[in-house]
């Protein structure tokens, strides 16, 4: 079984668990350090994910949201990637938008990633030089290869974001003011929208490795980037660094990069 295959199989078993505990009444959330929500779906999505790598690929490194990683994950060239539920905001208040994020690092790049949003009933993923691909309603049949917008000027583009919290001064104002439409999709989906096609910019001002790193393949075999608010590459080696990250169809990534920098 290949890496893509094993993801596959992954986010099928992630969607059982998290589909059951979706709206149940019995769910229980707890406030972490950080003052982040996390519910007892986040925690059994990635206990079973760990336990599928581990019976698997028992050689690979582990980095997941909920448990952590290993002190020495940078001594291993191949690290699988987890958030069990990106969006746990969205889960525990009963709106859909939330999705178990699975990416396999193979030295300093992203070979594969996969998204699975089982509320929407949609599912994005990816790996190296094979096209990025989805499925999505009525008949969720597989659509692809994706591809990137060809809008090529701000002023046509289309930008979506999930909230105002966190931005550079004036940096949020100066996207909602040059862009010609603003929606705010939020996570994950935001930025898979531009893999799509249908949405030309994302931006999001702090995320961290967990957040992105499935996201990374989808985009970039789409044929769009992402990079931070600066142009420089998203971090893969510090699993605490928490860093910002645009999104676009490639043709306007540095004009609006240059609007963030301003």
């Known amino acids: 079984m290949d890496d893509l295959d094993l993801a596959l199989r992954m986010a099928d078993a992630a969607d059982v668990i998290s589909t059951d505990r979706f709206l149940a009444s019995d769910l229980v959330v707890e406030t972490k350090p950080d003052m982040t929500p996390v519910s007892d779906a986040d925690r059994a999505v990635e206990e079973k994910l ?32 987890i958030d069990p539920i990106d969006g746990t905001k969205n889960f525990v208040r009963g709106v859909p938008v939330w999705a178990t994020l699975i990416a396999l690092r193979e030295g ?17 993923w990816a790996s190296s030089d094979a ?32 909230d105002a919290i966190g931005w550079p001064p ?15 999709y939020g996570d994950f989906w935001s930025h898979l929208m531009v893999a799509e096609g249908v949405v ?37 080696n510090d699993p605490t660094q928490e860093f910002s990250a645009v999104t676009s169809n490639g043709l306007v990534h540095n004009s609006v990069v240059d609007l963030l920098k301003a």
Not at 109 to 116: C, H, K, L, M, T
Not at 208 to 231: C, N, S, Y
Request: aromatic share 8%.
């Open 50 to 81: 760990r336990s599928m790598i581990a019976a698997e690929r028992p050689d690979d490194a582990i980095l997941g949201e909920e448990f952590g990683s290993l002190e020495d994950r940078l001594d291993n060239t191949r690290e699988w990637i």
């Open 108 to 124: 300093s790049d992203f070979s594969v990633g996969v998204v699975s949003a089982p509320a929407l009933g949609r599912r994005w």
């Open 131 to 162: 096209g990025a691909f989805c499925t999505a309603p009525p008949n969720s049949s597989r659509r692809g290869p994706l591809r990137a917008s060809r809008v090529a000027s701000i002023a046509d583009a289309s930008f979506a974001f999930s």
């Open 170 to 184: 004036e940096a949020l104002d100066r996207l909602l003011t040059s862009t010609w439409r603003q929606r705010g």
């Open 200 to 236: 030309d910019i994302a931006a999001e001002p702090a995320l961290k490795l967990h957040d992105v790193a499935a996201l990374i393949p989808i985009v970039e075999q789409a044929g769009a980037r992402i990079t931070r608010f600066d142009g420089s590459d998203i971090p893969w």
